[in-house]
């Protein structure tokens, strides 16, 4: 087999396409969380925090040295990206759990019927039938 038609097999695959088209709407996705964090939700956080912007926490390791920049710690902007994080880890959990409820359940089986019955029952109800023919 060629390597052109292997790769050709490969790429179009239903996986592979659905996986792409997930990337890529995951990359949109997370510009919106992105932009949701940084200026609707922090700007209210920061304002709560005494005017604390996140983006410029920060510790400075080696300060700056003639054309060298400094060394820092950008804490800040690490918090920023977990925020970022949580919030798409939320919106993802709610968006399967609405896929999984809109999904349908497969119909319950129906109960199973009762055994039949063995031959010593079968005799016991042939015996006490008699009986009760009797006068």
Same mark, same amino acid.
């Given at each position: 087999m060629s390597l052109v038609k292997e790769f050709k097999e490969f790429a179009?695959?239903?996986n592979?396409?659905?996986?792409?088209?997930? /990337? /890529? /709407?995951? &990359? &949109?996705?997370?510009?919106?969380?992105s932009s949701l964090v940084n200026d609707v939700i922090m700007p209210p956080i920061g304002? @709560?925090?005494g005017g604390v912007d996140f983006k410029n926490l920060m510790v400075t390791i080696k300060p700056v040295v003639g054309d060298? $920049? &400094?060394?820092? @710690?950008?804490?800040?902007?690490?918090? %920023? *990206?977990?925020i970022d994080f949580i919030i798409v880890a939320f919106a993802i959990f709610m968006m399967i759990k609405g896929? %999984?409820? !809109?999904?349908k359940k497969p119909a319950a089986a =129906? =109960?199973? &019927? $009762? $055994?039949? =019955?063995?031959?010593?029952? *079968? !005799? !016991?109800?042939e015996i006490r039938?008699? !009986?009760?023919?009797? =006068?």
């Open positions: 179009m695959r239903g592979v396409v659905d996986m792409a088209v997930g /990337i /890529i /709407i995951g &990359a &949109a996705f997370g510009k919106i969380v304002m @709560l925090t060298i $920049p &400094a060394v820092t @710690l950008r804490y800040g902007v690490f918090i %920023n *990206t977990v896929m %999984n409820s !809109l999904k =129906p =109960p199973p &019927a $009762p $055994p039949a =019955p063995t031959r010593e029952e *079968t !005799l !016991l109800a039938d008699i !009986l009760k023919k009797r =006068p």
